[in-house]
């Protein structure tokens, strides 16, 4: 089942968001520990990611321009009326349903980890590493709901929809493509998305505010130009 990845993770976080939920009545102090503890993981992760390119020129090319294109259409802040139009119908007046909706997507969908998970369904039947990843989101959320609230939940169906979107597309254009290129494709997304996962530290620690989710267009910049490359 070319899907099994992503739905066990999907649920994974569903089940984490519950029991956060649960947990809801913890001290702000811990709360506010915890947080500032998954934010530093999350910065070392990202910083480990980060390191993974063998070109730097072009992360840094794909990450500057997608910015552009993620300003002008206003990424961010459709994501935040998406997520304030959840509130309206599931959260009550004044929670922060949207900032936990978005910054738990974010953190569960970028990442070289759900990329690669995803072919690995998608190509050969392999779900071990949505199934690791799974776990990993499953304790993340429990900590991210208890403290940003039930947004959190529903962040399960886009990283299904994404993950598995991937998973089938795998399926179907992985044959096509040269495994030297894809070899070059993961590592450099690895490394993009580490910027981004370091950028959604560095707002959990309450460092810096930034707008991650108006990089994300760097994303397809990104596999345009090493394709290019890898054939030019």
């Known amino acids: 089942?070319?899907?099994?990845?992503?739905?066990?993770?999907?649920?994974?976080?569903?089940?984490?968001?519950?029991?956060?939920?649960v947990l809801r009545n913890i001290s702000e102090q811990m709360k506010e520990t915890v947080t500032k503890g998954i934010g530093l993981g999350v910065l070392v992760l990202g910083i480990q990611m980060a390191f993974k390119t063998s070109s730097f020129i072009v992360i840094l090319i794909s990450l500057c321009v997608g910015a552009m294109v993620g300003e002008g259409v206003g990424i961010e802040d459709k994501m935040n009326v998406f997520g304030l139009e959840l509130e309206k119908r599931y959260a009550k007046p004044g929670s922060n349903f949207a900032e936990g909706f978005i910054t738990a997507a974010l953190i569960f969908l970028i990442g070289s980890m759900g990329i690669i998970g995803a072919i690995e369904s998608g190509v050969a039947n392999n779900h071990q590493t949505l199934f690791t990843k799974a776990v990993m989101d499953g304790f993340m959320s429990i900590?991210?709901?208890?403290?940003?609230?039930v947004g959190v939940l529903f962040s399960a169906v886009p990283v299904f929809l994404?993950?598995?979107?991937?998973?089938?597309?795998?399926?179907?254009?992985?044959?096509?493509?040269?495994?030297?290129?894809?070899?070059v494709l993961m590592e450099e997304l690895s490394a993009i998305g580490g910027l981004m996962i370091l950028g959604i530290g560095l707002n959990i620690m309450g460092i810096t505010k930034i707008r991650v989710s108006n990089y994300l267009p760097g994303i397809p910049i990104l596999i345009l130009i090493v394709t290019v490359l890898f054939y030019f």
């Open 1 to 21: 089942m070319i899907l099994l990845g992503s739905l066990i993770n999907g649920l994974a976080i569903v089940l984490g968001s519950l029991l956060g939920a």
């Open 162 to 183: 994404y993950q598995g979107i991937i998973a089938v597309a795998a399926s179907i254009l992985m044959r096509y493509i040269p495994k030297e290129l894809l070899d």
């Open 143 to 149: 900590m991210l709901t208890a403290t940003l609230g």
